[in-house]
């Protein structure tokens, strides 16, 4: 579980995250929308703790009194950021390896090798585990990215659970790459595992997320499941756009702007 | 960089033009001298026997051409003097860069400097005469030598005395270093010079040489304008030498056509042959002048 | 389930450059102008500790000139070469080296500076103070890439931007070395602009102790944090997600190769591109993994130097064309190929 209140954070005299307060439970998919320039990648820079608030707090459960060192940190907690690039050629294996790091200090150790091959099979990239990961489609590398961010995470520490940060992880994927990148997404949900997302596409987000939180100028416009969250009053507050919500099944929204 | 460039490039080029040369003969002593005065003087003594190589810049007299070259005397390299398995060096202390000359010390090659210094004054060229002909047990010839050169000294000077004017004169060098052209000061050895030939140098300063500007022209207005050698040579005519260089087809120099090419190992020490070229100097900036 | 360990990737490399060095040292130690045989090494060796004072002029040339030279050759060659890893890691960018961004040529301000001014001042401080004032201007001109690099705000992660950056620090840095040369007494001036475009003729004994001990510190101390800049190539946000404290280890990274690259400068002048080359060359050849292009690094700098230095010392025999000729001569061209090769890819 992690919580936070009434984070901050100022840069050039602007609030890009404003006094939010959220609150997220492990095995549940939890998803931040919002418009451009709402302070979505921000806010989950200060949630995975990647970034300093400048006021407000982060809680993990578990967090004992004294912080965590950035090593520990890195044990329980990925994240993996918009627009990873790597200038240098490198073997799709080697990058996948690197999620490991926080756990080894010299070479790997036999259950790193086994977090590798597991994460390489389940994002179906086992095939092309020699290749130069620049060689690859941009899909691809998505994929290769998406394992060795669980890599980094794939056992539990004692005591602990676990935490993922995604930021906008389907913009390279085609649409049934999307889909199923979701559904595995899904299928890996535990309650020791806090998954936090930020998604653009508002109809993935409607179909996948057990929660929702919409950001709108750096504050929280609204939150708690898709429903309520995605009304028409909601989205054409925070987008300028008002969208029909049309409701097939009763239960999750579909939105469709013309 | 440029500089820096130019400087390497040229030490490298000039390298290549006279190391093609093979020695001759069998020597007992293997002499190699770094400093043009001195290879002059070893020539004009006579004791050149054991000489077996020089530095890029000793050119006189014309046939030390045929010894092979080290190296720019301040460029210098290890192997370019081992090469010529030498048993003794002379040089002027004007030498570099510094780690060659600790490099054969700690190769344990002799070599020496001459005790009278780099003075640019007739008494410590006769004073290194007399030491060098000392050293290579050439006594009476370094005697010689040295009447004459009071002799043609002597009636330099007494010319000088004839003539009213002091002409000023301009002496412009191409420094190949930098690749631009200087001009020679009043500071400089050829300064003394001018000063014995009778004439004033048109530039004062302190350093030897300056770089050659419009302003430093026309300050200085010369009566006659000498170029050096190769500075003459690359621009080939007193036409182009007018044209070429900045500010001076204003002056009386050119306009009076008086533009010559002079030697530069005749101006830049003095050594056994001074009095004689202080007298063609002297013919040379006078001439065109009103009869005494 | 147990997993077989997959067999390392880049294994064979290092003992093969390890095993060309050596060769390639011994061949560059006979060559000069007087060629010198192995019974003549052997017996310069022997007599060396046994009776120094009764060596020949071609043994005191092996243990006085040439020796000390070629092991420089492989210690400057090396740290080069590693300074060019640890920048390129620092940069996650292939086409950045201690020439081109202002190290070397702010080493080399340093070392000119305390040239003119130790003999104004009459201050000697042993063998070090020549390369600590050389390690002084290098990390002087590396803080002024970082630091015009850090405010070029979002483009600061262009290469054009870091190699513009790179060419007005060097240009100011190298005026520097010009205006002292100028100003400079005789015998500094010489030694300034002989040394400005590199060269290994003035190696010592001396200069091979300081050379071997920042070396392999340096080696050794880069090595300890090769996964951390294995993990820098994802990004400096990766990276820190990756538990690696990012500003700490650019910190220490820079100060490894400030201090490579000043004192290997501070002894033979600016040698540009051997820290592009090899790196280059090595991910061409395996891949990127820092430890490997570490090691490898060290070795395959080594022998590209060594490579260098008898070009330069055969190409116009007996004189010696500055080692900087050679490795621009080479260098330059692969530059553009690089520079070219990136455009198509990425921009």
Same mark, same amino acid.
């Given at each position: ?106 070479? &790997? ?143 999750? &929204? ?5 | ?292 | ?347």
């Amino acid at each position: 579980m992690i919580a936070a209140d009434g984070l901050t954070r100022i840069a050039n005299g602007r609030r890009i995250v404003d006094g939010v307060s959220v609150r997220f439970e492990g095995g549940r998919l939890n998803l931040v929308i919002g418009p451009n320039g709402a302070g979505k990648s921000t806010l989950l820079k200060l949630l995975s703790r990647l970034v300093r608030p400048d006021a407000g707090w982060v809680r993990y459960d578990g967090d004992g009194g004294r912080e965590m060192s950035l090593a520990s940190l890195a044990k329980i907690r990925a994240v993996l950021s918009q627009n990873v690039e790597i200038a240098f050629p490198l073997r799709v294996r080697e990058v996948v390896m690197m999620g490991r790091y926080p756990h080894f200090t010299g070479r &790997p150790s036999a259950q790193d090798e086994q977090a590798c091959e597991e994460v390489m099979r389940l994002f179906d990239i086992d095939g092309v585990a020699e290749r130069d990961h620049l060689t690859l489609s941009g899909g691809e590398q998505q994929r290769v990215h998406f394992a060795r961010v669980l890599a980094q995470i794939w056992f539990p520490e004692p005591g602990r659970s676990r935490y993922l940060f995604l930021d906008e992880p389907l913009t390279f994927l085609d649409v049934f790459h999307q889909f199923d990148f979701m559904r595995k997404l899904q299928a890996l949900l535990r309650s020791d595992l806090v998954v936090v997302g930020v998604l653009h596409d508002l109809n993935l987000a409607a179909r996948f997320a057990d929660s929702l939180v919409l950001l709108h100028q750096g504050r929280v416009l609204a939150a708690g499941p898709a429903d309520q969250v995605l009304t028409r009053e909601n989205v054409q507050a925070a987008f300028g756009l008002a969208p029909t919500i049309l409701r097939p099944d009763g239960k999750r &929204p579909i939105l469709v702007f013309d | 960089m440029n500089r820096t460039l130019s400087f390497a490039l040229a030490a490298t080029l000039l390298c290549g033009c006279r190391f093609a040369n093979q020695e001759q003969g069998e020597h007992k002593e293997r002499l190699v001298s770094l400093s043009k005065q001195y290879s002059e003087i070893i020539y004009a003594l006579g004791a050149q026997q054991d000489l077996v190589a020089v530095d890029l810049s000793s050119t006189y007299p014309p046939e030390i051409r045929s010894l092979p070259t080290v190296g720019y005397h301040r460029a210098l390299s290890v192997e370019g003097l081992v090469a010529v398995k030498p048993t003794l060096i002379l040089h002027d202390g004007n030498v570099g860069p510094e780690h060659v000359m600790r490099q054969l010390e700690q190769l344990k090659i002799p070599m020496k400097v001459f005790e009278t210094g780099g003075g640019d004054d007739l008494a410590s060229a006769k004073q290194l005469v007399l030491e060098m002909g000392r050293f290579f047990h050439k006594e009476a010839r370094a005697g010689e030598l040295n009447r004459k050169l009071d002799a043609d000294m002597a009636k330099a000077a007494r010319e000088a005395q004839t003539w009213k004017k002091k002409p000023g004169v301009m002496i412009v060098h191409f420094g190949r270093a930098m690749n631009v052209y200087l001009t020679m000061t009043s500071a400089s050895t050829a300064g003394r010079m001018i000063g014995w030939a009778g004439g004033e140098m048109a530039v004062r300063g302190e350093r030897g040489m300056v770089q050659l500007s419009p302003e430093v022209v026309a300050q200085a207005d010369p009566d006659v304008l000498l170029l050096t050698d190769f500075g003459y040579d690359r621009l080939g005519s007193p036409e182009m030498v007018k044209t070429s260089l900045p500010g001076i087809s204003t002056t009386r120099a050119a306009r009076g056509g008086r533009i010559y090419r002079v030697e530069e190992h005749d101006l830049v020490y003095v050594g056994p042959r001074t009095g004689e070229n202080v007298l063609e100097l002297q013919r040379l900036i006078h001439a065109g002048d009103a009869a005494p | 389930m147990p997993v077989t360990r997959p067999r390392s990737p880049y294994g064979g490399v290092v003992p093969a450059l390890a095993v060309a060095l050596v060769v390639l040292a011994v061949f560059s130690v006979r060559l000069g102008a007087i060629p010198i045989g192995f019974g003549e090494m052997a017996s310069a060796m022997s007599k060396a500790w046994s009776a120094p004072g009764g060596l020949d002029l071609t043994e005191r040339i092996f243990l006085e000139i040439r020796l000390p030279r070629a092991i420089a050759t492989v210690l400057v060659g090396a740290s080069l070469a590693l300074g060019g890893v640890l920048l390129q890691g620092l940069f996650r960018n292939p086409i950045v080296e201690p020439g081109l961004l202002g190290t070397s040529s702010g080493a080399a301000f340093g070392a000119a500076l305390y040239f003119v001014l130790g003999a104004a001042l009459k201050f000697h401080a042993g063998e070090w103070t020549l390369p600590v004032a050389a390690c002084l201007g290098g990390a002087l001109a590396t803080a002024c890439v970082f630091l015009l690099a850090e405010t070029a705000g979002s483009h600061r992660e262009s290469t054009t931007t870091v190699l513009l950056i790179g060419i007005a620090v060097n240009a100011l840095f190298l005026s520097g070395v010009g205006l002292l040369a100028y100003v400079a007494r005789d015998p500094q001036a010489r030694s300034i602009t002989f040394w400005g475009l590199g060269t290994l003729s003035g190696a010592s004994w001396r200069a091979v102790a300081v050379l071997a001990v920042t070396t392999s510190v340096g080696l050794l101390l880069a090595l300890r944090y090769a996964r951390h800049l294995n993990a820098l190539m994802l990004g400096e946000s990766e990276a820190l997600g990756l538990g690696v404290d990012v500003a700490r280890v650019k910190l220490i990274v820079v100060a490894i190769d400030v201090v490579l690259v000043g004192v290997a400068t501070s002894f033979t002048g600016i040698i540009a591109f051997v820290g592009l080359i090899v790196p280059h060359l090595l991910r061409l050849l395996k891949g990127s993994d820092h430890r490997y292009l570490m090691v490898g690094g060290a070795l395959a700098g080594a022998i590209v130097l060594t490579l260098a230095d008898v070009a330069a010392r055969v190409l116009l025999r007996p004189a010696e064309l500055p080692i900087g000729i050679v490795t621009s001569a080479v260098g330059a061209p692969l530059f553009v190929a690089l520079l070219r090769g990136r455009r198509e890819r990425f921009e």
